[in-house]
Structures are given as C-alpha cells and as structure tokens.
C-alpha cells in the first residue's frame, strides 16, 4: 500500500492537471471527524474542497420527531434513547430539559439495555433513528417486544434529493431550498458535487450494488485518514478518464452483497415510508414504519391520541440556525451566523452541533481558526 504522502503527492498532481474547482461530498458524519481530526481540508490542493452532507443521523431527524418524543416524555411516557439525541432543542425543550423538568428519560449505550428497562418500566419507549446501520437493532428490539418510535431513515433517497439539488430539479423537496439558496445569495457552485465519498457504515448493511443508480463518481471508504484520501485519489482518477462508477475502497469491511441477515431482519420488521429530513425536507420512500404485525410495539399507534395532540401542540419557534443548508453542503458550518457565537456545544442552537458526528459540532472543535 502506498504511503500517505505518496497518496498527497499523487492527488497534487492530478489535480493541477484537472485545473478546475472540485467538490467532493462525505456522506457519513463518522467521515466528518476523520477528514477534521486529521487536516484533511488543509493538506489537500486548493482546488478540491470536502463538504459534509446529511450523514449524522441525529442531525436529520426532522423537528417534528423530536417535538413528539419531547411530548412523550413531559406526558409521562418513560423514554430511552441514545445520548446525541439528548440536547437537540425543541420548539418546546430537549430531552435533556424535559429530564430536568421530572420525566422519566434514560440514555442507553445500547437497545438490549432498554429491552431490560422493559421489566421495571412497560411502557417504556426507545427513540429509534438512524440508517440502515442502527435499524436492525430497534428491528431487534421490537421483537423482544420494546415499543420504538422509528425516525429510522433510508440514506439511498437523500442522495437523489442531493443531485436533485445539483441537477436543478424539483425532487424530494429540494426546489424550496435552491429557492432559499438564492434568496440568501449563496454562490452558484455551492450546488456542485463532483463526486459522493459513500458511508462505510451504511454500505457495511446495503451493500455497493444499490449506489449503481446515481450518474456520479463514488468510492465507498473506510475510517482512516488514508482511506479518505484514498477516495479521493480514487475520485480524481475517475474524473480524469471520464469515468461514473462505484469504487469500494473499504473492500475489507464492506462486500458488494452486504449484509443479507441484517437487511432481511430490517425487512420482517419495517416497511418503507415517506419521511421528513431536516434541511431536505420530505422524501418519497425514505423512511421506515413499524409493520402492522408489530403494532403493539409501535409507539405511532400505541400512543396514537396522545400525539395527535402534541401534534396540535406544537408551535414553531424561529430559529436563526442554518443546520438544513448545512447538511445540503450549501453553506459551511463557519457561514451560520450563530456558529461558535450563540451556538456553541454548550449551548446547541440546532442539531448539526449537538451530535458528535454534526458537522458544527466538528466544525467548532476541529476547525475553528
């Protein structure tokens, strides 16, 4: 394998040959930390720029769903979930707010210990989001009887509302936002995506067949600094010889079928559903609902009168933060006027700097001149 700087020198070199600004798109937040923990950005040529996308799975769990849950909780509803969701703000409060208010709010490092909540606490309800990565483990959990509330999310769909994006279209709500771009002057280019860095995690579960469909340059990579910069030699050479692939660099992980038990449990359990993404809004056939064979195990008809209310409930606040340009990869981080301003990890605005893997939240411990 080449060495590091032999990757660095190889990518200078075909860069200066390509001449032209390049934009190449992480799609895993988990990319996110590894392209800031290690100086990517400031290592490569000037005319390649990395962007993240809606890759952090608790940054594009829609408002709605986190208002709802929210309202579980205050309503007496104990509730398990996974510590990032815990400080997203709510139009009314967070999780970690309605904690401090009384309810009953349990942050759990892995579902099997909501699964054992479940003796001492019923009605015990686990707050499931994520890709095709966490889902089969809430798919798990439903069968040994926990009730879930899925935010779950199908990652494929968001890519096409990104080129849809790219491509100008009106697809899968990405005309309000390229409206919205250009009201608040956000430059042409910010639309262009060069090529798609594919999650690791992800196609570890869906495997490298289903990303055949998008007519742009991808290598899936692994987690390491060599593998991004792997990806993106593997990127540039792509483009040089006119070339619209898949590539899959983390070939040691990730196996072209992917992972057939996972997927075929995530199936017995979830059926496909339209869903809302922050920043992306809502996508045909991008969501994951508990199937009616489990619907004792469903918070959405368990509790189905108590959400319609906090559903009536909910009143939108105004918000000044810019996460849902952010995950497009239509403004930086830097470009939100609350970035390390207001919106700090202390004092999260929005939710792209609560999570670990957000791209404020890396932006602001990483990258911060």
Not at 8 to 25: E, V, Y
Not at 34 to 52: D, F, H, R, W, Y
Not at 232 to 258: F, H, M, P, S, T
Request: charge should be positive; glycine fraction near 8%; aromatic fraction near 6%.
């Amino acid at each position: 394998m080449k060495l590091p700087e032999e990757i660095l020198s190889d990518i200078k070199k075909k860069a200066r040959s390509i001449r032209r600004p390049l934009r190449f798109m992480e799609l895993c937040g988990t990319h996110s930390q590894t392209i800031a923990q290690n100086g990517l950005k400031s290592i490569l040529p000037e005319n390649i720029k990395l962007v993240s996308g809606p890759g952090c799975p608790v940054c594009v769990t829609d408002q709605s769903d986190i208002d709802i849950v929210v309202g579980l909780a205050l309503a007496g509803i104990p509730i398990a979930v996974y510590g990032d969701t815990l400080n997203v703000p709510g139009n009314l409060m967070s999780l970690e707010e309605a904690r401090r208010n009384g309810a009953d709010v349990s942050v759990v490092y892995d579902i099997s210990e909501a699964v054992k909540m479940k003796t001492q606490k019923p009605k015990i309800t686990f707050f499931g989001l994520g890709f095709e990565t966490t889902t089969p483990m809430s798919a798990w959990a439903i069968k040994h009887g926990l009730i879930v509330y899925s935010a779950h999310k199908i990652f494929p769909p968001a890519m096409a509302a990104l080129l849809a994006n790219k491509e100008r279209r009106t697809s899968s709500g990405a005309s309000r936002h390229l409206l919205l771009g250009k009201e608040k002057g956000i430059k042409k280019e910010n639309f262009q995506i060069d090529g798609f860095i594919d999650p690791g995690h992800v196609s570890a579960i869906i495997g490298t067949e289903i990303y055949n469909q998008f007519k742009i340059p991808q290598v899936i990579a692994g987690f390491e600094g060599i593998d991004v910069l792997l990806a993106v030699d593997i990127l540039l050479d792509q483009i040089i010889n006119k070339e619209i692939k898949v590539e899959n660099e983390y070939a040691r992980v990730v196996k072209k079928e992917g992972n057939a038990k996972a997927r075929k449990l995530i199936e017995e359990v979830f059926e496909i559903a339209d869903a809302k993404w922050r920043g992306l809004g809502e996508i045909k056939n991008s969501g994951l609902k508990i199937r009616k064979k489990y619907k004792n195990q469903d918070a959405e008809f368990v509790y189905k009168g108590l959400i319609a209310q906090i559903k009536k409930e909910i009143k939108p606040k105004p918000n000044a933060c810019k996460c849902g340009l952010v995950l497009q990869g239509l403004i930086e981080s830097k470009d939100c006027p609350l970035f390390a301003k207001v919106c700090t990890p202390d004092n999260p605005q929005g939710a792209c700097m609560v999570s670990v893997e957000g791209s404020c939240n890396v932006a602001y411990g990483y990258e911060r001149e």
